[in-house]
Every structure is written in structure tokens, then in C-alpha cells.
């Protein structure tokens, strides 16, 4: 969430929301598979859920250097997974990081 409270009216990013998104999808992955009783099409129902909210993530633009740090860690995480699960066929952390790049690129503090 943004660093106001939601309570006072203040409403969060669109770069909050799909962070908050992309941390639903992967911790709702993780329980699904840690359970015993997990399907094989839930998993895949909640892999695809992932997916899209990890893209999501690569084509929001942020706002601020809060997003930029979550967009940091959102690439950081995707390039661990590459080194203990392989490279994604789709690109999407190559993309990420360069999301990333043009972020600290174009950021300019109190513009």
C-alpha cells in the first residue's frame, strides 16, 4: 500500500494495487502448493493468476521511488527464480528489468 492511510480517503496507486496483486497471486500459489490436497488445474489456474500479475507489474508505470524500490524487489525475485528454476519463456524478466532501468532513468525527485 501507498505510505498514506486508505482510512483517511487517500486512495492507492494503480502501481500499489498491482504490487499488492502480484503478492496475492505468488502467496496464494505457495499455499495451494504446499497443500496436500491441491489439484494439478487449481495450480494451474493460479500459475496463470501469477503470470498476469507479474506482467501486470512490468507495464504499470510508478510514481515514486516506493515503487521503484517494489519494482526492484518484484525484478530481483524474477531473476532468482531464473537462477533456481530457469529463464521465463516469455521474457517477462528481461522486460522487468528493463522496466526498471527506465524508471531510475527518468525519475527525478520533486519534478
Do not use: H
Amino acid at each position: 500500500m501507498s505510505e498514506t492511510d486508505e482510512s483517511k480517503g487517500i486512495t492507492p496507486s494503480p502501481f500499489d494495487l498491482a504490487y499488492g496483486q502480484w503478492l496475492s497471486a505468488r502467496a496464494a500459489l505457495v499455499l495451494c502448493v504446499a497443500s496436500d490436497e491441491a489439484a494439478d488445474g487449481e495450480i494451474d489456474a493460479l500459475q496463470k493468476n501469477l503470470d498476469a500479475a507479474e506482467w501486470k507489474l512490468i507495464q504499470i508505470p510508478t510514481g515514486g521511488l516506493l515503487d521503484i524500490r517494489r519494482r526492484a524487489e518484484f525484478v530481483q525475485w524474477m531473476f532468482n527464480q531464473s537462477a533456481t528454476e530457469g529463464d521465463p519463456s516469455d521474457g517477462r524478466d528481461m522486460a522487468g528489468l528493463a522496466a526498471l532501468c527506465m524508471d531510475i532513468t527518468v525519475y527525478r525527485d520533486g519534478d
